[in-house]
């Protein structure tokens, strides 16, 4: 069986590994020269009881044989409105790092994979590859070859930046601020990965380069210049839904399918299923598609929540409650304000 996957990101990697443990090995293009993002952040993974798993390390290595590392646990989270603070601790879940590290999340996947990957390859269309292999895996992390093939929707835009920053830090600590005035109804968060350095990421939804420049200047004037600031990063980061997940001999997976929505790191878990499931089905010849929709109905159900958060509704309490990645590890009765 021959099998194509295009990108070698999360869900391109999950994807990888589960083929090869059912004897199959794909071949893997990727665009850039490493397997990893060419900047570092950092990301949370929540306990959540609203799914069919409370601790997501143990969900992934009973349910998928995928064995994680996170650089800490989230003990603490912090959550800053216009108005006012709250302060929860308790075991909520882990940190990750997204990066060029050794124990970043791409090069742990990356560890048992024997396929090799050809590197510094951009493929944007499958049609070719869909005549030459059995099976082509759309992992790319974008929309660009679903709207090749008209199936992208409901395309919306996020601008992120993120910067290293030094100063004083909890590890194992998440601090999120929410504030129409620097931050629409999207937010801010960081995250330490050491007692000195931490990344700071802003957030923003449907605005230019220019007014997101504004956000993060308004941004700056709360945080009192407690950080110094090392490097910032600019990046573009889109979400969609497609028409088919999956269309002929072709499978789209991650992002690409349009299962991510990566609310400090909501969007792994979908990752890491999806590859797995797009392996699983072609292995066995089961229908992708109904192995695939509990995701595809729980990022629809998520964005929903998303859109429809008004400025009145800037309270912590509706801020959990609006996001079901945060929900089911939230008790609101044992939160300090």
Same mark, same amino acid.
């Given at each position: 069986?021959k099998?194509?996957?295009?990108?070698?990101?999360?869900?391109?990697?999950?994807?990888?590994?589960?083929?090869?443990?059912?004897?199959?090995?794909?071949?893997?293009?990727e665009k850039?020269?490493?397997?990893?993002?060419?900047?570092?952040?950092?990301?949370?993974?929540?306990?959540?009881?609203?799914?069919? *798993?409370?601790?997501? /390390?143990?969900?992934l290595? &009973? +349910?998928?044989? %995928?064995? $994680?590392?996170?650089?800490?646990r989230?003990t603490?989270?912090?959550?800053?409105?216009?108005?006012?603070?709250?302060?929860?601790?308790?075991?909520?879940?882990?940190?990750?790092?997204?990066?060029?590290?050794e124990?970043?999340?791409?090069?742990?996947?990356?560890?048992?994979?024997?396929?090799?990957?050809?590197?510094?390859?951009?493929?944007?269309?499958?049609?070719?590859?869909?005549?030459?292999?059995?099976?082509?895996?759309?992992?790319?992390?974008?929309?660009?070859?679903?709207?090749?093939?008209?199936?992208?929707?409901?395309?919306?835009?996020?601008?992120?930046?993120?910067?290293?920053i030094?100063?004083?830090?909890?590890?194992?600590?998440?601090?999120?601020?929410?504030?129409?005035?620097?931050?629409?109804?999207? *937010?801010?968060?960081? /995250?330490?990965h050491?007692? &000195? +350095?931490?990344? %700071?990421? $802003?957030?923003?939804?449907?605005?230019?380069?220019?007014?997101?420049?504004?956000?993060?200047?308004?941004?700056?004037?709360?945080?009192?210049?407690?950080?110094?600031?090392?490097?910032?990063?600019?990046?573009?980061?889109?979400?969609?839904?497609?028409?088919?997940?999956?269309?002929?001999?072709?499978?789209?997976?991650?992002?690409?399918?349009?299962?991510?929505?990566d609310?400090?790191?909501?969007?792994?878990?979908?990752?890491?299923?999806?590859?797995?499931?797009?392996?699983?089905?072609?292995?066995?010849?089961?229908?992708?598609?109904?192995?695939?929709?509990?995701?595809?109905?729980?990022?629809?159900?998520?964005?929903?929540?998303?859109?429809?958060?008004?400025?009145?509704?800037?309270?912590?309490?509706n801020?959990?409650?609006?996001?079901?990645?945060?929900?089911?590890?939230?008790?609101?009765?044992?939160?300090?304000?």
């Amino acid at each position: 069986m021959k099998i194509a996957i295009i990108g070698a990101g999360i869900a391109g990697l999950s994807c990888a590994c589960e083929l090869e443990r059912n004897g199959v090995s794909p071949t893997i293009f990727e665009k850039k020269s490493y397997i990893y993002n060419s900047f570092d952040t950092n990301i949370c993974i929540f306990n959540n009881s609203s799914k069919l *798993y409370s601790d997501p /390390i143990e969900y992934l290595r &009973k +349910q998928y044989g %995928i064995e $994680l590392h996170p650089i800490a646990r989230l003990t603490k989270v912090i959550l800053n409105g216009p108005d006012n603070q709250t302060i929860l601790e308790k075991n909520l879940g882990y940190i990750f790092k997204r990066g060029m590290e050794e124990y970043s999340l791409s090069n742990q996947l990356s560890k048992n994979l024997k396929s090799p990957i050809t590197f510094d390859t951009y493929i944007n269309s499958t049609e070719e590859l869909s005549k030459s292999f059995d099976h082509v895996v759309v992992a790319t992390g974008n929309y660009n070859i679903a709207k090749s093939l008209d199936l992208s929707t409901s395309v919306s835009s996020t601008r992120v930046k993120l910067a290293l920053i030094y100063g004083e830090f909890e590890t194992g600590t998440l601090t999120v601020w929410f504030d129409e005035k620097f931050a629409k109804s999207s *937010y801010a968060y960081m /995250i330490a990965h050491s007692n &000195k +350095q931490a990344i %700071i990421t $802003l957030v923003v939804n449907d605005v230019s380069y220019s007014e997101m420049e504004f956000y993060w200047k308004e941004f700056l004037s709360i945080l009192e210049n407690k950080y110094t600031f090392i490097a910032t990063v600019d990046l573009d980061y889109y979400t969609f839904l497609i028409k088919h997940i999956r269309i002929n001999n072709t499978f789209f997976i991650g992002n690409s399918g349009g299962l991510i929505d990566d609310f400090l790191g909501h969007g792994i878990i979908n990752s890491i299923e999806s590859g797995v499931l797009a392996a699983r089905t072609i292995i066995t010849g089961d229908d992708y598609v109904s192995a695939i929709q509990p995701l595809i109905d729980e990022v629809k159900g998520f964005r929903k929540s998303l859109t429809s958060f008004e400025d009145s509704d800037y309270s912590v309490e509706n801020f959990i409650f609006r996001l079901p990645g945060l929900k089911g590890s939230f008790d609101l009765s044992t939160m300090a304000r």
